[in-house]
């Protein structure tokens, strides 16, 4: 290795874990050399901002490489302000780890060069799974991972006066686009394979629930139908499922992210064999001098041993990654948690999101979990712009630690989620939930923030005093030979606002303990309200008189999405 002052590190790929890696080490160690390969014109872009650039929110694409001080992040910046040289338009062709170097071609010239390097950065993300059907190749189809699609989609719709887009894929790039162009004024179809949207990021329920921010938004909602061809000569003019053709004048294909190892792979670095490169805590590959980080790695996940290797590719772990690694070459190591799989996407007036693990995923586990949806508005009802929120919360039956948690709803989700991020990376348990210090004022939250009121409604369940049902649970007993009686406790004004849509007998929560003697003994007896704060009262107060078979409907009228 050269001397410490001239340490020659090479970086591949240069979006956000690359850049965030190669400048942060010339920030550490100002005497390295480092050189970032990009095959791409373009360095340094936030993918993310797409769906935004898209919707019209700013008008230039460029923006999205611009640095708030409006300056552009290209290879003269780079240069200048970072002191990293960017070879932009060269691709890697192949690792020599004995040598040390890597092959690399300059993609206009042809012609090929062995780099060496002393420290090696893999930073070559994930490309977009192309479904292998007939179709993807034709004209206005399009994989939303760069600006130029993006830019090329907008002028297109404006050029060919575009009408109506249909999304494949329901998940967060699906759900973020269909918002984009919603908003945009296009008619909008997604189709989505799974039954629910989101899969594998939300629970069944939550799922349900997420997709009323779809619908309600006039995004129509194909689930459970498999895109098997798109149709047209030259361009495209529908999606065949394989249930019926949906006409469409351009198609988005966002079905998942792949983690781009092949590089690693044939230098013959631990992958795992569905994708992903495998890192350790300092994202040092299976040769020390190779590090990874990015959507071409897989992650440990940090709830637990239990939770094994995710693959979740997000620019908010990207960056972290570049960080560690330059860290770590720097010789100050700190090593990477893991991740606890935070997302979160807007769609219309909703937050959609969860961290940590699902109840599906907890239960495929064999983990012993106990969950509850708790609704209520994000701050308090009297302030104009409080909102409903859905929390679920999911908690180790045992230990009560807190596993995972999701958010639905037009009510400030996310910041419920990142406070819950933080806690299950530091193994709270529910009553550490409910003891967190949130921040309270009217304007933001209410007295007890709805994630602490979450924590203690999955307590009272845990310790046997609450006693509740899904939404879906109640269908089926109301549907079954033997339906309990639904006691709605809300005032005949709400009720007339917001009708239930079963047989309820109306007893507002005020009036329980007077009618007590209306109520049959022998027969099931669910109750309900808004959010079902009044329902879980009233299951107290039946309890309380003899009552034994009650339970409340999880979520209330506003969860109610069966
Ligand atoms: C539309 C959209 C919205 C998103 N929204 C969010 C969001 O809201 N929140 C969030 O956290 N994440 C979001 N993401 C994901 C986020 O953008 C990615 O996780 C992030 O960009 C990954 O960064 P990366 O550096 O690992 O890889 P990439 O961004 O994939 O960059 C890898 C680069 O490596 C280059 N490369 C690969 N192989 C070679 C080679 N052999 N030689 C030279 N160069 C090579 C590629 O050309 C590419 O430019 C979104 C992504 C998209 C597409």
């Known amino acids: 290795m050269n001397s410490a002052t001239d340490l020659n590190v090479l970086v591949i790929g240069g979006v956000a874990t690359g850049p ?20 791409d014109t373009l ?10 650039f898209v919707e019209g929110l700013f008008s230039e ?33 192949r690792i020599d780890r004995d040598r040390k170097t890597v092959t690399v071609q300059d993609l206009s010239s042809r012609e090929t060069e062995d780099l060496p390097y002393d420290k090696l950065v893999l930073a070559t993300g994930g490309y977009p799974f192309r479904p292998p059907i007939p179709g993807v190749e034709l004209k206005n189809v399009w994989f939303m991972t760069h600006p130029d699609h993006a830019e090329s989609l907008v002028a297109q719709i404006e050029a ?12 967060f790039i699906g759900i973020e686009m269909a918002e984009a162009l919603k908003l945009r004024g296009l008619d909008v179809v997604v189709v989505e394979m799974a039954d629910q949207i989101m899969t594998g990021i939300l629970d069944e329920d939550m799922a349900r629930f997420g997709a009323r921010a779809l619908t309600g938004g006039g995004v ?34 966002a079905v998942g ?49 239990a939770g094994g290797s995710w693959f979740v590719a997000l620019g908010s772990t990207a960056n972290k990654h570049g960080r560690i690694i330059a860290d770590h070459i720097a ?77 639905a709803g037009p009510g400030d989700g996310a910041k419920r989620l990142d406070v819950a991020a933080a806690l299950i990376l530091m193994g709270a348990t529910l009553d550490d939930v409910a003891g967190v210090d949130f921040a309270y004022a009217p304007p933001f939250s209410p007295p007890i ?94 309890n309380a008189a003899g009552f034994d078979r009650v339970a409340f409907i999880e979520g209330g009228v506003f969860g109610w999405s069966v």
């Open 449 to 542: 923030d709805p994630l602490a009121a979450c924590a203690h409604l999955l307590t009272n369940k845990l310790d046997g005093l609450a006693v509740s049902v899904s939404p879906e649970e109640a269908l089926r007993r109301i549907s079954g030979s033997h339906p309990p009686l639904v006691i709605d406790t809300r005032t005949p004004r709400e009720i007339e606002e917001m009708p239930f849509p079963e047989e309820t007998l109306a007893i507002p929560l005020g009036a329980l303990r007077e009618r007590l003697a209306e109520l049959p003994k022998d027969r099931e007896i669910l109750t309900f309200c808004k959010v079902s704060l009044r329902g879980y009262e009233a299951q107290r107060i039946l």
């Open 61 to 93: 694409v460029e923006e999205l490489i611009r640095t708030p001080a409006d300056v552009p992040r290209n290879v003269a910046f780079f240069e200048k302000a970072k002191g990293v040289a960017v070879r932009t338009g060269v691709e890697a062709l």
């Open 331 to 407: 010789g100050k190591p700190v090593p990477f948690p893991g991740i606890g799989g935070t997302g979160v996407v807007r769609a219309f007036n909703f937050n959609l999101g969860r961290t940590g693990m699902g109840e599906r995923q907890a239960k495929n586990l064999n983990l012993d979990v106990e969950t509850v949806v708790w609704a209520g508005p994000d701050r308090p009802h009297y302030m104009p712009d409080a909102r409903p929120l859905l929390i679920k919360m999911i908690a180790g039956r045992r230990d009560r630690k807190l596993i995972g948690v999701q958010v």
């Open 43 to 52: 360095v340094s872009y936030g993918a993310c901002g797409l769906p935004y």
């Open 20 to 39: 965030k890696a190669a400048s942060r080490l010339k920030r550490l160690k100002p005497g390295a050399r480092v050189t970032m390969i990009e095959r």
């Open 160 to 171: 060919q006066n575009l009408k109506k887009i249909v999304l494949v894929g329901a998940g």
């Open 257 to 305: 992210t792949r983690p781009n190892d092949a590089l690693a792979r044939e230098a013959g670095l631990d992958c795992m064999e569905r994708g992903g490169i495998l890192i350790n805590e300092y994202c040092q590959t299976s040769d020390p001098d190779i590090y990874a980080g990015g959507d071409c790695v897989v992650n440990r996940y940090y709830g637990g041993g």
């Open 220 to 253: 129509e909602l194909v689930l459970g139908e498999q895109v098997t061809a798109l149709e047209g000569e030259e361009t495209v003019t529908g999606v065949k499922t394989n249930v019926r053709s949906i006409g469409a004048e351009a198609v988005i294909i």
